[in-house]
């Protein structure tokens, strides 16, 4: 059955005839004919009396209805499609860090909605590995994220690079490792530490670089909103190591230092035959990359494109901006 086959029974039998209904569909009376012929051989049954004024048969009179509702859905199936590609669409959901929505999302939010104000704007704060997963779920069109790349390496995604920044040791303004500008690896593994829970590609990232740096990460909280890691620091010697944009705050706060991190120098055994120690650094990633990602299906839709473009043009400016600002000799990390 072919959707041809419906719309020229509907045309017959609204018209009363093969030749009136073929002229209202700007096709050959033979063509609707055939059409017709073609959908009683499969239904098994005749649809018409074939007389001077064409009439429905009783399986006719029963299959009308039928047939008039696949033809409806067809049609508002078409003009639904036909709204989204014109941006025409009830919503946009948007899955973000902490760090990002709290800090550099709202100017893009403000440009979006004056830009679509017909458009339900919805924005989920979430961890990046829960972020990504609702977003491969088809929970929301756009996911801003920590990069891991096994997780976001995926022919079905695609991911654009936003910014590379510098994680750093958020502690209490009295706290011992504020007499340092860039925290030894031998001072900062003596201290416990406040951490992302689960879930959350910072808590990865610290993990896997104690791990490579042979040492115990001595996590003893787990939170997942910067005032609560702003809050439990102020309060004695537990440090946290964070991105730079989950700082921005604690940096007007006097009762909250941040330090730099130094890089990580190890004794080691020169070769497997000597007991001789030498110095070596250990490649350390002290950095994250924060990317955004959605599907390729999702940038022929007009918000979600426009949203994108907004990310992209909005928010490493805010971070350049900001780090020229706080240390006009700092290299901006692209």
């Avoid at 009363?16 to 499969?42: C, H, M, N, P």
């Avoid at 939170?223 to 991105?243: K, M, S, W, Y």
């Amino acid at each position: 059955m072919r959707l041809e086959q419906l719309q020229s029974f509907l045309s017959v039998a609204e018209t009363g005839s093969f030749q009136q209904a073929a002229r209202k569909l700007g096709l050959t009376q033979s063509t609707i004919s055939r059409q017709v012929q073609g959908l009683e051989e499969e239904l098994g049954l005749p649809l018409f009396h074939r007389t001077a004024q064409v009439k429905l048969t009783i399986g006719g009179e029963r299959f009308w209805p039928y047939a008039r509702k696949i033809c409806q859905t067809w049609e508002s199936a078409k003009e639904e499609l036909a709204s989204l590609l014109m941006g025409k669409q009830p919503e946009l959901c948007v899955a973000v860090i902490h760090s990002v929505c709290s800090s550099y999302l709202p100017p893009v939010l403000q440009k979006f909605c004056y830009a679509y104000p017909e458009v339900q704007l919805r924005v989920t704060s979430l961890g990046s590995d829960r972020a990504l997963k609702v977003l491969k779920d088809g929970l929301v069109d756009i996911a801003i994220i920590m990069n891991n790349r096994s997780f976001t390496a995926s022919g079905e995604l695609l991911v654009d690079l936003l910014y590379q920044e510098s994680i750093q040791v958020l502690m209490a303004s009295n706290h011992p490792l504020t007499k340092y500008s860039q925290v030894p690896w031998d001072e900062l593994i003596r201290y416990p530490q406040v951490v992302f829970k689960d879930g959350y590609g910072m808590q990865r990232l610290v993990q896997e670089n104690f791990t490579k740096a042979g040492a115990k990460l001595n996590a003893v909280l787990e939170l997942n909103t910067l005032d609560g890691f702003r809050g439990v620091i102020r309060q004695g010697e537990l440090i946290a190591l964070l991105p730079y944009s989950a700082l921005i705050e604690a940096r007007s706060d006097t009762s909250l230092a941040i330090r730099g991190l130094a890089p990580i120098t190890l004794k080691h055994p020169k070769n497997s035959a000597s007991s001789e120690l030498v110095s070596g650094d250990i490649d350390t990633n002290w950095t994250r990359e924060v990317v955004i990602v959605t599907t390729p299906d999702r940038m022929q839709i007009p918000p979600i494109a426009y949203f994108w473009q907004l990310v992209h043009d909005c928010i490493p400016a805010q971070i350049n901006g900001s780090i020229s600002s706080l240390n006009p000799q700092m290299p901006l990390l692209k």
